[in-house]
């Protein structure tokens, strides 16, 4: 049974901080991993899919990698502003063919001015 | 292109009450997903839709909780009777996913259930 988990689930950095946000994963047979971004009050908008092929993916000043062997992924924050303030999800979806994603809990990040 | 749909957007029931919520996903979108979110918590799924049928709900208390979604396009779900441990935000998605590895899911705002 997947299970996922994020540390820490709450940061708080000074804007202009470069931030690495982390993800664990029980299940190596992972198909893919992806991050969210979800804002107070609001729903879930996808920032990264990383594939189970691939190590890593790229998105502006987002960068998320994914290390199968080790159950873990980080998304990497270049040059934090305030307007990314929200929570960050981490999902796996797991093995078998149902398109099921696991969630951690989140981490809740605030970029201070 | 627009996005998920649900309705209403809050709610607040006394317990024992029974609920609805609705979810109109994007055009087109084969896959439809309700989720219960509880506090600091990540999302979990409660049932999947492929079309007209069910790929997934072994997550769902089937005692109380019923979804259905007619003519494969918008869905309901529903709780009857509600318990306390029933507040929650419940997130419905939608996605292309044709049972391929990858897919991106897009999601609604949520629905905002409180049980007193």
């Known amino acids: 049974k997947q299970e996922v988990t994020q540390i820490p689930a709450a940061l708080s950095v000074p804007e202009g901080e470069n931030l690495v946000l982390n993800c664990s994963f029980t299940?190596?047979?992972?198909?893919?991993l992806q991050w969210f971004r979800q804002d107070p009050g609001k729903g879930l908008t996808s920032l990264l899919l990383?594939?189970?092929?691939?190590r890593e993916q790229t998105s502006g000043r987002l960068n998320a990698s994914l290390d199968k062997s080790s159950g873990r992924s980080t998304l990497y924050i270049a040059a934090s502003q305030p307007g990314d303030s929200a929570t960050y999800l981490c999902?796996?979806?797991?093995?078998?063919?149902?398109?099921?994603?696991?969630f951690g809990q989140g981490t809740t990040l605030q970029v201070k001015p | 292109e627009a996005g998920v749909a649900q309705s209403p957007r809050y709610k607040i029931i006394e317990k024992r009450q029974s609920v609805a919520f609705w979810c109109n996903p994007i055009s087109g979108h084969a896959t439809l997903y309700w989720y219960q979110q509880i506090l600091g918590q990540g999302p979990k799924l409660l049932i999947q839709f492929q079309n007209n049928g069910v790929v997934d709900d072994s997550q769902l208390p089937k005692d109380r909780f019923s979804a259905e979604r007619l003519k494969g396009v918008d869905s309901t779900l529903k709780i009857q009777p509600a318990k306390l441990e029933d507040s929650a935000v419940y997130l419905c998605?939608?996605?292309?996913?044709?049972?391929?590895?990858?897919?991106?899911?897009?999601f609604g705002p949520g629905t905002r259930l409180l049980v007193l």
């Open positions: 990383i594939q189970s092929s691939q």
């Open positions: 299940d190596s047979a992972i198909y893919n």
């Open positions: 999902a796996g979806r797991g093995s078998g063919n149902t398109g099921k994603l696991i």
């Open positions: 998605a939608s996605s292309s996913w044709d049972g391929g590895r990858d897919e991106t899911q897009y």
